[in-house]
């Protein structure tokens, strides 16, 4: 199993860059990166929760 989580973490988590985080996050790495991480793990569930959804339901969604 820990190699299933080490490919998935290779292919989804970008190396740290500080170029590409907020200011206010630069000076505190590990909240920023547990934050990105935070963020794409929110969406990808988002999607795998709409994507689960009948048609029928997302009809009356909108």
Not at 13 to 30: A, F, G, H, Q, T
Not at 34 to 40: C, M
Not at 42 to 56: G, K, T
Request: glycine fraction near 4%.
């Amino acid at each position: 199993m820990n190699v299933l989580f080490e490919e998935l973490f290779q292919a989804w988590c970008v190396p740290y860059k500080p170029e590409n985080i907020p200011e206010y996050l630069r000076s505190d790495p590990v909240r920023a990166y547990g934050q990105y991480a935070f963020e794409k793990g929110f969406r990808l569930a988002m999607q795998l929760a709409v994507s689960c959804l009948d048609p029928e339901d997302l009809r009356e969604l909108e």
